[in-house]
């Protein structure tokens, strides 16, 4: 088997009836991207930048981030890379901050929250990552976005950082994709909304199901809740890929579901257009794709669509797949 793996490394990711999707990794730091192109990743599809800022006593520099940016943008050559601007709060801490403790830190002070009320902190990101854009083919998403008036604030951010770079001369690319993250349930209900003013949603299950079912990820009491085949979590994956290719954009997913043998027919048969997962993973789903049939995949999907339980769609995948 992972011989047949092995020579797909160089392959483009396509289903048995020819429909083509992205096979791309997660990725935390520039160290990864050896991983990453020997698993025969076509891009990155998350880079969690909060390692840059961890295990440290003071905010990294732009400087330092420059080059870290850089770093990944030029060893990919060309190939996508989806930065995510810090993701902070929430279960990772930077004691540098003393941010107070808070009773429900997941549902607290965290991430863009963070970012548009510490402008100094996201500015420096988004110069360093401006001023990286030339070096690839970069993409910038912005995490836990609940609100449209939370989007546009941050793009403005970002496109006020870009004029004045410009202004000083400074080359940016002029390709750059601006997208989110869709982890919260109000996002992906108003996704068609969204998808008008976003070019790219990637969907983030680790937290999207975890506040659908209000199941905290972290608490294995309540493990059994946390069901990523659950018939709602398809329904809002499927309002999201739906409302992205009415307006002509693309719909990624970067949570752990992306990489998930039994959810992989189901997103194909979705639509989903690109997959982000650990590197070591990128090659057997490939494997596996290339044995699915969108068009059946489709049909299959619709039926889970309609299931009531998890059990059931669990069930459904096997008998379709030929895995029973
Ligand atoms: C997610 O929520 O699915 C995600 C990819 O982000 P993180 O796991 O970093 O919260
Ligand atoms: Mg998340």
Redesign the pocket.
Known sequence: QKAEWAKLKNEKSYSADGHQVELVA?IGTPNDLAGVKSNGGEGVG?Y?TEFLYMGRDQLPTEEEQFESYKAVLEGLEGKPVVVRTL?IG?DKELPYLSLPKEMNPFLGYRAIRLCLERQDIFRTQLRALLRASTYGNLKIMF?MIATIAEFRQAKAILDEEKEKLLKEGVAISETIEVGI?V?IPSTAVLADQFAKEVDFFS??????IQYTLAADRMNERVSYLYQPYNPSILRLVKMVIDASHKEGKWTGM???MAGDETAIPILLGLGLDEFSMSATSILKARSLIRKLSRADMEKMAEKALQMSTTEEVIELVKEATNTK
Do not use: K, Q, S
């Open positions: 997660n998350l969690r993701d929430g995490p993250m982890e969907i983030g299950t680790n937290d999207l970067c949570g752990e």
